[in-house]
């Protein structure tokens, strides 16, 4: 059997149109999200090949 919809258990109609609102500018959003992504992943790349070229030059200088 069908459940029955009344007015006081039907969503308010403001809750279907909030929803929707993210939906139209996504696009810009994710661009905007992969490029920070990406910056980020430059900033981190970079900083971990650091910390690593300096943990080989600390531990060649240990053997020498």
């Not at 999200?33 to 090949?49: C, D, E, F, K, S």
Request: hydrophobic residues 60%; aromatic residues 4%; charged residues 10%.
């Amino acid at each position: 059997m069908a459940a029955v919809t009344t007015p006081a258990t039907a969503a308010p109609a403001a809750d279907a149109t909030t929803e929707a609102a993210p939906a139209a500018d996504a696009a810009g959003g994710a661009t905007a999200l992969r490029a920070g992504a990406l910056a980020l992943w430059g900033v981190v790349g970079t900083l971990l090949g650091y910390g690593i070229l300096q943990t080989a030059i600390k531990a060649s200088a240990l053997f020498s």
